[in-house]
């Protein structure tokens, strides 16, 4: 520190912050309400004490001594009134007072030390001790703190002023001098000292209180956005419905997603992709002024606000959000939901909200959508999936059906498909598409997946156990468990096991879940290749990349997706496209399945044009697989 920066330290003429400065006043304030009550209750008593001994006869004053010392302590009296006023006026309302502050404490002094000199003069000249001025500098610069350079300066003044006059009437020796500068050495490093300690206290009490908003703000507010968090989020809405002023039903739930951010964030970076968030929360609570504004997760918001002028604000954000200077397309979908009463949990409204606008980001033309009675429906089978799998796999509600795979050109029986089919207590029969969908949405798909990989290792073990013949069976397998698990160790785990024949499982993923830079799904898939297990590029033809997935990844057969067959009789493009893709398949080294076949037309052209495997209803349903062998041994299908 420069020797400048530290003289202006010692002598309080440096900056202080707006906390300081308050700090400084408000511990005057509470020091100034002691000091005038003892200031107001002692003039009280010297006035009585005063009048009464002058009425008794008890002490022979003069009139005019009378007058000037009873007029000396009504104005203390009236100085300590207005500074008790002035300080219990602050701590009520700071705002409106502060500004006279300063002149009051300064008034006050002025008249404090002008009485001290004047009493003490008096005292002076009949040959007593200047106490007087002692006590008042003692008040008025120990007990209000000012900066050094104020003390040094009023106090000197104060005593030069003492002395001068004193002097005048009786000439000071040198021992009443030295002991005018002790008392003034004394006073002056008291109040410097009180002045330093105060302002350390001051300084720590700053920095406390940044850190504790500080954690108050991490505590109610998102690290990303600055706008609050989900937990700030719940706990205001709880309180906001309780009130009985609010009327609940004119209040809706708002959950946002904004599409294609993901896009954004790879093109820009996560840096940019955090400040655009940061830009949207804002202009999110300035749109919404006066609701309850949140960052869910994510590029995703909710909001808990008036149902009124709900599309024009929604258009305000979607502004933002469909920019033309963007090179990424992003867009706004929104889901709603209103709450039913008063016992509405947050966490439930929002999960209703983000239903609804999920059900609406596969369709381009909906951008906004409310929750609805059969959404909620649709909403707790969902709920019921999630909670119900795993005592669905214990129960053994969820089984494992097996639809036959045949040779094309002999007939036979080549494999078999393995398909999860859950029949529960209370819901029946649960569609497949419903349950695999919603366990891939929560991230819980993998448990499935693997119980199905067991119960198959399970069923080949015992068929083989029985000397049953058997074929080998496919498993389909989502991109999450590549994710959530080692599926090539769990898979070989299992295999070992039960001491299976590694081309026995085929394993099925779908062209979907691919995309061209995934390093570890290419690395797993490897390794179950290498291994011995053959490898299926699963409905190919459904997605937009699949001439890509080809280039980057290595199949052994390709699985065409039953689309192709649809309204086959009639389309002959249907047909040149399926001739083409398995001339494709061919020259790529792979073998081909179509699926979906139902009528012999079908069968029969995909054998001419070197289809070698097939799949549909025309050769059988997914069954148990006490069915499946059933027909086995009865003939029905037999073994290539």
């Known amino acids: 520190m420069k020797i400048d920066d530290r003289v202006k330290q010692f002598l309080g003429i440096e900056h202080y912050s707006s906390y300081v400065e308050d700090y400084f006043e408000l511990s005057n304030v509470r020091s100034s309400i002691y000091l005038s009550c003892v200031i107001i209750l002692l003039e009280l008593w010297m006035i009585i004490s005063a009048v009464v001994r002058h009425l008794t006869g008890s002490s022979r004053r003069t009139p005019e001594w009378l007058f000037k010392h009873l007029t000396s302590y009504v104005v203390l009296l009236a100085a300590g009134l207005i500074m008790l006023i002035y300080a219990l006026l602050y701590i009520k309302n700071k705002k409106k007072v502060k500004k006279a502050g300063g002149i009051i404490y300064a008034l006050f002094s002025v008249i404090a030390i002008g009485f001290g000199i004047y009493i003490s003069y008096l005292d002076y000249v009949k040959g007593e001790q200047f106490i007087t001025l002692i006590t008042m500098s003692i008040s008025v610069f120990c007990f209000i703190i000012w900066r050094p350079i104020h003390t040094i300066s009023f106090l000197t003044v104060a005593f030069l002023v003492f002395v001068s006059i004193c002097h005048k009437v009786i000439p000071a020796s040198y021992a009443t001098k030295v002991n005018l500068f002790i008392i003034w050495i004394a006073l002056l490093m008291s109040a410097i000292s009180a002045y330093h300690q105060k302002i350390k206290e001051?300084?720590?009490?700053?920095?406390?209180?940044?850190?504790?908003?500080?954690?108050?703000?991490?505590?109610?507010?998102?690290?990303?956005?600055?706008?609050?968090?989900?937990?700030?989020?719940?706990?205001?809405?709880?309180?906001?419905?309780?009130?009985?002023?609010?009327?609940?039903?004119?209040?809706?739930?708002?959950?946002?997603?904004?599409?294609?951010?993901?896009?954004?964030?790879?093109?820009?970076?996560?840096?940019?992709?955090?400040?655009?968030?940061?830009?949207?929360?804002?202009?999110?609570?300035?749109?919404?002024?006066?609701?309850?504004?949140?960052?869910?997760?994510?590029d995703n918001f909710v909001i808990f606000t008036d149902d009124d002028g709900i599309q024009e604000k929604l258009d305000v954000l979607r502004k933002e959000i469909v920019n033309p200077d963007f090179e990424i397309k992003m867009s706004l979908k929104t889901g709603a939901y209103r709450p039913e009463s008063r016992d509405c949990l947050p966490v439930i409204a929002c999960d209703h909200a983000r239903y609804a606008c999920y059900s609406i980001k596969k369709h381009y033309d909906h951008d906004y959508c409310e929750y609805d009675s059969s959404m909620a429906k649709d909403f707790y089978r969902k709920q019921y999936i999630i909670n119900n799998l795993d005592v669905a796999i214990e129960n053994e509600y969820i089984k494992v059906y097996y639809q036959p795979v045949i040779d094309a050109a002999s007939g036979n029986l080549c494999g078999a498909e393995a398909l999860a089919r859950w029949n529960d207590p209370t819901y029946g029969f649960l569609s497949p598409a419903d349950f695999i969908e919603t366990l891939e949405e929560y991230h819980m798909i993998h448990k499935l997946d693997m119980f199905v990989v067991r119960r198959v290792c399970r069923d080949l073990a015992e068929a083989k156990e029985k000397h049953n013949r058997i074929v080998p069976v496919s498993l389909n397998f989502s991109r999450l468990d590549f994710e959530y698990i080692d599926l090539a160790q769990e898979v070989e785990k299992n295999v070992s096991e039960h001491k299976i024949d590694k081309g026995c499982i085929h394993v099925e993923i779908t062209e979907s879940a691919l995309t061209e830079n995934n390093e570890g799904l290419q690395t797993s898939l490897r390794e179950l290749r290498s291994s011995g297990h053959s490898l299926w590029l699963d409905d190919f033809g459904s997605g937009y990349s699949g001439l890509n997935i080809l280039k980057e990844y290595d199949f052994d057969m390709m699985k065409i997706d039953m689309k192709f067959l649809s309204n086959f009789d009639s389309n002959e493009k249907a047909k040149t496209l399926l001739k083409n893709i398995v001339i494709l398949a061919k020259e790529l080294g792979m073998k081909t399945l179509s699926e979906g076949v139902e009528t012999e037309e079908a069968r029969e052209f995909l054998k001419s044009i070197g289809c070698e495997h097939m799949q549909g209803y025309l050769f059988g349903r997914p069954m148990p697989v006490e069915e499946l062998v059933a027909k086995i041994q009865s003939g029905v299908y037999h073994i290539a």
Not at 224 to 229: A, E, L, Q, R
Not at 249 to 259: A, Q
Not at 269 to 291: D, P, R
Request: proline share 0%; aromatic share 16%.
């Open 202 to 298: 001051a300084h720590k009490d700053e920095r406390l209180e940044a850190n504790n908003n500080l954690l108050l703000k991490l505590s109610i507010s998102d690290e990303v956005t600055g706008i609050s968090n989900m937990t700030y989020f719940r706990g205001q809405i709880i309180e906001l419905l309780k009130n009985k002023k609010i009327d609940f039903t004119k209040k809706i739930f708002l959950f946002l997603d904004i599409e294609h951010f993901k896009y954004y964030n790879d093109k820009y970076g996560f840096w940019e992709g955090n400040n655009f968030l940061k830009n949207f929360a804002q202009l999110v609570e300035k749109t919404f002024s006066g609701s309850i504004v949140a960052h869910f997760s994510n």
